[in-house]
């Protein structure tokens, strides 16, 4: 649910910025628009209130977030600057300072700037960024339960069993893939694919004629909150199983299967 939540407070922190800073284009270039002054009149009327609003519901936006909020990244020096902006806005408004609007302008862009490039960060306001949230979300249900209680214990333990089972009789069943059966030689390989983003490299290591470990050394995956998931899961899952043929992490297809098919041009070497 946290999620979704997240997900409707980033677009409404979107909106309060283009309706606080509006106000601003309204006065300077619609100076003889009737209905264009009556909205800029009202805007400016609740922009305290929009401007606290957007300080309330940024905060709220940044620790629901997969960034802890207390460090240096882009959400936060967002939220930093909209704090600066009621700061100077109160202090200007009380004690009449002079030429403190032309510093709140000066933060406003500032802020502006880094919301645009934060948007993008994060992937903008794209369905797939809508569906990978959904997905995500899903995937914490599936994955991520702290506290499960005893039948979903049991249902999970009698779902990896079968699982397990499928993966067994799908390696058995496959010559052609990578599996428990085959017999790899010794020695460190890397492998590349394409992920959410290109180049994602990892090192497999063979011992013994079996997979060892597997470290992924580089990646242009974007947000960790859809690829830590995966990069925990899908190497783990390919050593217990000796196979590339393992569930994908939900709401991280595009990681997942990135991981998988880096790790089999690497085992290509190994053959």
């Known amino acids: ?9 980033a677009r409404l922190a979107v909106v309060l910025v283009i309706l606080t800073s509006i106000i601003y284009l309204f006065r300077k270039f619609n100076k003889n628009n009737d209905l264009i002054k009556r909205v800029n009149r009202s805007l400016r009327k609740k922009h305290k209130l ?14 629901l977030s997969s960034e802890a909020i207390f460090s240096f990244n882009l959400g936060t020096i967002c939220e930093i600057l909209s704090i600066l902006l009621g700061i100077n806005f109160y202090i200007g408004m009380k004690y009449k300072i002079k030429g403190w609007m032309h510093y709140h302008r000066i933060i406003t862009l500032l802020f502006l700037l880094s919301l ?65 059966s085959t017999k790899y030689k010794d020695g460190v390989y890397q492998g590349v694919a394409h992920g959410y983003g290109p180049n994602l490299t990892v090192e497999v290591t063979v011992k013994n004629g079996a997979i060892s470990n ?58």
């Not at 649910?1 to 997240?6: A, C, Q």
């Not at 929009?50 to 620790?63: C, K, M, Y």
């Open 214 to 271: 597997i470290e992924i050394l580089s990646h242009n995956e974007r947000n960790p909150r859809f690829y830590q998931s995966p990069m925990d899961k899908v190497p783990s899952e390919i050593i217990a199983n000796q196979s590339t043929d393992v569930d994908i992490v939900v709401g991280s297809t595009k990681t997942s299967k990135g991981i998988m098919n880096a790790v089999k041009d690497a085992l290509s070497n190994a053959v």
């Open 50 to 63: 929009l401007g606290i609003l957007l300080i309330i519901v940024g905060l709220i936006h940044g620790l």
């Open 116 to 180: 645009i490039v934060h948007i993008v960060d994060v992937g903008g306001f794209t369905s797939d960024l809508i569906e990978k949230s959904f997905s995500d979300n899903s995937n914490n249900i599936e994955y991520n339960n702290d506290f499960p209680t005893q039948s979903s214990k049991d249902e999970n333990n009698e779902s990896a069993d079968n699982q397990t089972e499928n993966n067994s009789q799908k390696s058995n069943n496959n010559s052609n893939d990578n599996s428990s």
């Open 1 to 9: 649910m946290s999620f979704f939540l997240n997900i409707l407070l």
